[in-house]
C-alpha cells in the first residue's frame, strides 16, 4: 500500500498528496506485453500505443517503455507499456 512520508499543513494538502499517491500506484499495476506479428516502427520507446477492442480495462493510452523490433524467421515487435500519465 503506498505510503505519505511527509506532515502536511492541512487536510486538504493530505488528502491531494494521498490521491496523487494512490495515483500513482494504480498506474504502476497497469502493465502490459505485447508480441506484433510484423514490424511496426512507429512503436519507439518513450511513446504512446493506443490500444481499443480488446477488453474494457486494456482500452486506452498506454505509455511504451521498453520497444524491441526482431528480424528471426519473421518480422516481429514486441513491447511493454503501463497505463496513466508517464511518471
Known amino acids: ?7 502536511h499543513a492541512c487536510e486538504a494538502d493530505a488528502v491531494r498528496a494521498a490521491e ?9 499495476s497497469l502493465k502490459i506485453s ?5 514490424f511496426a516502427p512507429e512503436l519507439m520507446a518513450g511513446g504512446t500505443v493506443s490500444l481499443n477492442g480488446l477488453r474494457p480495462e486494456l482500452d ?8 524491441r523490433h526482431r528480424l528471426a524467421n519473421s518480422l516481429t515487435t514486441e513491447f511493454e507499456a503501463t497505463k496513466g500519465a508517464p511518471k
Not at 1 to 7: E, F, G, S, T
Open 1 to 7: 500500500a503506498p505510503r505519505l512520508r511527509h506532515i
Open 20 to 28: 496523487a499517491e494512490l495515483s500513482k500506484a494504480e498506474r504502476a
Open 34 to 38: 505485447v508480441q506484433v506479428a510484423g
Open 60 to 67: 486506452g493510452i498506454w505509455h511504451l517503455t521498453r520497444v
